[in-house]
């Protein structure tokens, strides 16, 4: 009981959140960084990508701000990680890539 007072899950869905709206502006702001990550990928349609990945984040920072369908949104905060975790393993081990673009 004294865990649950101490860590809020409303409060780490909106501090998710807050990281991935402000991810995402910092990605809509300045974006050369991740264009030289996706440039080392070989994608072709590098804004498409960018739109894409800011739009998502944009809308889930969202979404966990105000704590809109909290178990939903967690679930998506998981996919969202499982996917970027696994494709920076991807290109670290088999493309020898280690700069990111992010922060």
């Known amino acids: 009981m004294a865990l649950k007072k101490i860590i809020d899950i409303s409060s780490i869905g909106r501090l998710i959140g807050l990281f991935l709206f402000?991810?995402?502006?910092?990605?809509?702001f300045e974006p050369q960084p991740f264009f030289g990550f996706i440039d080392q990928?070989?994608?072709?349609n590098k804004r498409v990508s960018l739109s894409l990945i800011v739009f998502?984040?944009?809308?889930l920072g969202v979404l966990g701000i105000i704590g809109f369908h909290k178990k939903n949104v967690f679930l998506?905060?998981?996919?969202l990680f499982f996917i970027f975790s696994f494709n920076h393993f991807y290109v670290f081990i088999f493309k020898g890539i280690t700069l990111s673009g992010c922060f």
């Open 56 to 59: 998502v984040e944009i809308s």
């Open 76 to 79: 998506l905060f998981g996919i």
């Open 41 to 44: 990928l070989n994608i072709d």
């Open 22 to 28: 402000v991810s995402a502006l910092a990605k809509l």
